[in-house]
């Protein structure tokens, strides 16, 4: 389980826009322990790199990140700075 959250995780979040949550779309038939495997395997997740810059998760399943703050310009998402 551990293998293919990393996997969905590198799968999906280049660009942004990538949100994990144990409540997005789960089948009816998927085992208890394989939620609850998923929701741990967060915890191994460390330095991942995003477009916001690098995640990592704590043992309590927090993302640990430095905060950042964005403004719309142009249309487009873009870092605040001074």
């Known amino acids: 389980m551990r293998d293919e959250v990393r996997r969905r995780i ?3 979040a280049p660009g942004g826009g ?15 322990e394989d939620i609850v495997a998923m ?3 967060l915890a ?3 330095d991942f790199e995003t477009v916001l810059g690098e995640y990592s998760f704590t043992a ?3 993302a640990d990140y430095t905060p950042i703050g ?3 310009k142009n249309g ?7």
């Not at 487009?76 to 001074?82: G, I, Q, V, Y």
């Open 10 to 12: 590198d799968d999906l």
């Open 18 to 32: 990538f949100i994990f949550n144990t409540v997005h779309n789960i089948q009816a038939d998927v085992p208890p």
């Open 39 to 41: 929701r741990d395997a």
């Open 44 to 46: 191994n997740v460390k």
């Open 60 to 62: 309590g399943r927090d």
């Open 70 to 72: 964005q403004i719309v």
């Open 76 to 82: 487009k998402f873009a870092m605040l700075s001074e």
